[in-house]
């Protein structure tokens, strides 16, 4: 960590034996309300990683749940998660995340050919921008009756947000659960809420308080790779669990407590790119919008400018239910497919951007040997070219969808790749992807593909359907 920060870990749970450098490193945060940010190495966010691990990071909490299940109830339903869960080692996930891709590619297939079984209605939220992927993968793992949805931080217009609620610590803090069905949130099923990290818990608490006053049921899980809640925090779980009648179930791979010495450090220097005997950056460009239903949207921008977003159907942001993931699968797979061919080198990063993360991942594992995955981010971090540092190249630029809003993209050395495909859900006015470009360019990568999937065909009025 940068001079001037400490941060002390202490683990409490760790029951696969998951060595900590297996899931994270750290790094030092531009932002006044925390210093410090756990880097995950399997979220696909800030450090590029083989998408099926990143895929297999929602499936080790799927199966945590279900084991977790198993070991809580005597019913039929335990019977058949405490099947499954011998069936499908949590083990065996977490020694292949730790392992090759080949492995996690393996073992990710058997998982999606196979399905955990929830008798149980159940709704899975996934918290953006960082676990957008995350909680949309661990939802994928199970048939039955179930819904997902992630939240968003984009302003839609027309469109009133069925929930609303804050991040206190994040850099962006507003969050907005938007549905195409006014009845999407109905019902007394169990809502998963998941998050790459809890921290102090603040950000589940909040959602389920405004959950809880509109749609109230009885149960609740909190589900993240990363528990580092303290006495206190954990108290206030039990004190809301108290007030509202309700229980709040939590589920990590890790659990610990951490001690932070020192405040928010300066801004540290990032040299200039070294633009010499540098070539030029090749760009092409790939509509892959025919593969992809979309709905069409409104949104604002932060200075208020509105504009029509074909946003796709199926990512989650609108909601989606379990019927709906074979369409969402063989839609990824066409556009897999046809991107695969378009590779003209053997070393590729493929890279999302902002809370669209998960539909980029699942395309990119269906892209064949010596890919790589990771996303844009709002996140402002520290870069150090230190060795064991986190972030040691960053590259910011201004939101293709938001000129106002600043992005980020880290870890992206010169030379590492023969090409990268950037992903953008929607197309952007030219001149708000000139940034972007400019970022890439500074990076060295030789060849771009920025893959558009949404240009307005295929469309879906938001409308349509139940209100």
């Known amino acids: 960590m940068p001079e001037g920060l400490t941060v002390r870990v202490r683990l409490n749970a760790n029951p696969f034996n998951l060595h900590p450098d297996d899931l994270f490193q750290m790094a030092a945060r531009i932002n ?46 335990a019977e058949i998660a405490a099947r499954e869960a011998n069936a499908y080692s949590l083990e065996a996930v977490c020694e292949a995340i730790r392992s090759d891709g080949v492995a996690a590619s393996r073992l990710y297939a058997k998982l999606q050919a196979d399905k955990l079984h929830v008798e149980m209605p159940a709704l899975f939220i996934a918290f953006a921008e960082t676990a957008t992927a995350l909680g949309h993968a661990m939802y994928d793992c199970f048939a039955g009756d179930t819904r997902f949805l992630h939240t968003t931080r984009e302003e839609l217009v027309g ?77 206030r779980f039990a004190r809301l669990e108290k007030e509202l009648n309700i229980t709040i179930d939590t589920i990590a791979l890790i659990e610990g407590e951490i001690e932070v010495e020192g405040g928010p450090v300066e801004r540290l220097p990032q040299p200039a790119p ?7 950056m ?41 019927a709906d993931n074979a369409a969402l699968s063989e839609q990824v797979a066409k556009a897999s497919a046809y991107l695969a061919d378009q590779r003209l080198g ?31 981010t709002r996140s402002p971090i520290h870069v150090l070219d230190q060795e064991g540092y ?48 400019h970022a890439l360019e500074n990076s060295g990568v030789p060849i771009v593909h920025l893959v558009v999937a949404g240009t307005g065909s295929n469309e879906l009025n938001v409308s349509e359907g139940e209100k």
């Open 32 to 77: 006044k309300k925390r210093s410090f940010l756990f880097v995950s190495r399997i979220l696909g966010k800030h450090i590029p990683v083989d998408p099926h691990k990143s895929l297999l990071g929602g499936a080790a909490l799927a199966l945590l749940w279900q084991r977790r299940r198993a070991e809580s109830s005597l019913n039929d339903d």
């Open 159 to 235: 469109q009133q947000p069925v929930l609303s609620f804050e991040e206190e610590h994040s850099h962006a803090t507003a969050h907005r659960c938007y549905a195409r069905k006014t009845s999407f949130f109905a019902g007394e099923d169990t809502v998963v809420l998941v998050d790459d990290e809890v921290t102090t818990g603040n950000t589940a608490l909040n959602i389920i308080r405004d959950l809880q006053s509109k749609h109230p049921r009885r149960h609740y899980v909190v589900a993240s790779l990363l528990d580092w809640r303290g006495a206190e925090d954990r108290e």
């Open 274 to 280: 070294d633009r010499r005997n540098r070539q030029e």
């Open 282 to 322: 090749k760009l092409l460009t790939h509509d892959a919008s025919d593969f992809f239903t979309h709905l069409k949207v409104s949104s604002s921008d932060s200075s208020g400018t509105v504009s029509d977003c074909p946003y796709l159907e199926w990512t989650g942001r609108f909601g989606m239910y379990e």
């Open 346 to 376: 053997t070393r590729t990063l493929c890279m999302g951007t902002g809370e669209f993360m998960y539909v980029p991942m699942r395309i990119a594992a269906g892209m064949g040997d010596g890919v790589l995955y990771q996303s844009s």
């Open 390 to 437: 986190a972030v040691r190249s960053g590259f910011p630029h201004a939101s293709p969808d938001d000129p106002g809003v600043a992005n980020f993209f880290y870890n992206v050395p010169e030379g590492q790749y023969d090409e990268i495909f950037v992903f953008l859900e929607r197309a952007s006015i030219e001149d708000r992807v000139k940034p972007l470009l």
